[in-house]
């Protein structure tokens, strides 16, 4: 996620690289890519409740990347239609599959440490 936050997220004319911080949504994806470290930290000093927090940092930063993603194909400039001049960098592909991973390893890690049910004797 942090790789992909610093990379590219838009190549302009195939010359012009545009990272993911120039834009800002970069760092939304950096940041939640520390709160899902921090929680997965936790997570494994036996906190599950700390998860939870790691599968919103992923989704977050997965709808900031998406968001981008889709914004890129209707990029216009002085209301010129310029999407065919915008390409997506690899950047912001790394971050969108950097994010839904550390979502779904929280969802499983939540789901693999749930603790299983008491059984009750039966006389």
């Known amino acids: ?10 190549k302009v004319f195939g010359l012009l690289a545009v990272s993911g911080t120039d834009g800002g949504d970069g760092w939304i994806v950096i940041v939640a890519a520390v709160i899902g470290a921090v929680s997965l930290f936790f997570w494994l000093r036996r906190s599950r409740r700390w998860l939870i927090l790691a ?11 998406l968001y981008d993603r889709i914004d890129l194909a209707r990029a216009t400039v002085g209301g010129v239609d310029v999407s065919p001049l915008v390409s997506p960098g690899w950047g912001i592909y790394a971050s969108m599959v950097g994010s839904a991973s550390l979502a779904v390893a929280a969802v499983v890690g939540w789901l693999v440490t749930a603790k299983p049910p008491v059984a009750t004797p039966t006389a």
């Open 55 to 65: 599968v919103i940092a992923g989704a977050a930063a997965f709808a900031a990347a």
């Open 1 to 10: 996620m942090v790789v992909g936050g610093f990379g590219p997220w838009a």
